[in-house]
């Protein structure tokens, strides 16, 4: 291991990896991976970061609820989606999910729109704000069925969606 040098490094025959892709709009079954409770952008309160995977693996968002907002009706909303989560996602008590880790591993529907309105971002630079998760709602409408894997799923098209 001591011949190993960075100058000497060949990547020639290395396929080069691809991030995540983000969801596209439609009604996605997703597995919580990821929870996390931070304090927003304008530090007036608290978020919970909920990285969301779709079963099939076509994708990945982020779900970013306000748990705690100086905003009665930010924080009212952010409980709402929160409530919803749990509730779809199977969670064991979601009127008192209690810890945090309770929700990693709760698998739900989501459904996703495209926000084309932009924001300035912490380097100055003005993004579009993309997809992002709308609501969620019970994994047995797209066809999964709890415990059997990850059957079901979504296409963002909306076309397996029995409605």
Known sequence: MSDWSFRNLDLSGVDMASGATVLKPGRWVCKATEVELDMNSGKTG?????KLVEVNGQGVITAKLNVQHQNADAQRIGLGELKALLTHGGHPNPEKPG?????????????????????VDNKGKTRERGSQVSGYFDPAEAGY???????????????????
């Open 99 to 119: 810890d945090i880790k309770s929700v990693k591993g709760l698998v739900t529907g989501v459904t996703v729109t495209h926000d084309s309105s932009t924001y």
């Open 145 to 163: 069925v709890r415990g059997a894997g990850s059957a079901g799923g979504g296409s963002g098209d909306g076309a397996d969606i029995p409605f």
């Open 46 to 50: 608290r978020i919970l970061k909920v």
